[in-house]
């Protein structure tokens, strides 16, 4: 699987935001990412309904709808969902994370799990066969431009190979949480191959989204050619 760039939208200009996303689309980002945020189980507020339907709607572009919610189940009927969408929730969100995840499977979209930096990894091994991609957030959720957490990058490889040994290397790890330029890279020796990309590369104001997109896939080319 080539590397891929899931553009958090959390990070565009909220009063020009349609205008970021047309660039984002022009240049062929694999991935929108919309994070959903309730207050509870992250401290913030982000992205509605609305805004998370609207740019579905409005773009081809895939969507990447990050549910950081308590009881997903309960809102998951709210989004619109095609087919190529991916949703993901929480492992810490929810008792019922099989159920979850069968009703973003239900709806036409890929299922995802995510887990905390703290989480370990042991508790994904249950819903292996219920997702399409696990997410390891390499921040604590709630906040952009945040830095890594070093220990996650060896919890990525620690991934990676769980998934290998139990016969999923078909599953592939997304990362989210400080995905820059200089990260991306160690991200990537250790297995990612999902990068959710935000104020520290894509969003970078120093670059522009046009120049931003450009590096990122910079940056792939040469993890890719290591």
């Known amino acids: ?24 689309e022009k240049y062929d980002v694999e991935y929108l990412h919309c994070d959903v945020m309730d207050g509870m189980f992250v401290p913030n507020l982000m992205l ?13 572009t895939p969507m990447d709808i990050h549910l950081m919610v308590e009881k997903p189940e309960r809102v ?3 989004f619109d969902m095609k087919e190529g969408d991916m949703v993901s929730i929480h492992y810490e969100s929810t008792p019922h994370v099989q159920r979850a995840l069968s009703m973003i499977r239900d709806r036409g979209a890929s299922p995802i ?27 604590n959720p709630g906040f952009a431009a945040q830095k890594l957490i070093p220990e996650c990058l060896n919890k990525i490889r620690r991934a990676r190979t769980m998934l290998d040994e139990l016969g999923y290397s078909h599953i592939p790890v997304e990362v989210d949480g400080n ?12 297995g990612a191959e999902v990068f959710v990309v935000g104020s520290s590369s894509v969003f970078d104001k120093k670059l522009g989204i046009e120049n931003g997109v450009k590096a990122v896939r910079d940056v792939f080319a040469q993890c890719e050619k290591a």
Do not use: F, G
């Not at 699987?1 to 984002?24: G, H, T, V």
């Not at 703290?118 to 991609?133: H, N, S, W």
């Not at 995905?179 to 250790?190: D, E, F, Q, T």
């Open 76 to 78: 998951i009927p709210w």
């Open 1 to 24: 699987m080539k590397l891929q760039i899931s553009a958090s939208i959390m990070c565009a200009d909220p009063l020009n935001m349609a205008r970021d996303l047309d660039i984002l």
């Open 113 to 139: 799990l995510a887990i905390n930096p703290a989480t370990p990894l042991e508790c994904v091994r249950e819903v292996l066969p219920d997702i399409k991609m696990l997410m390891l957030m390499t921040v």
């Open 48 to 60: 509605s309904t609305e805004v998370c339907n609207a740019v579905s709607r409005k773009y081809k």
């Open 179 to 190: 995905c820059s330029l200089a990260n991306i890279p160690k991200m990537a020796a250790m």
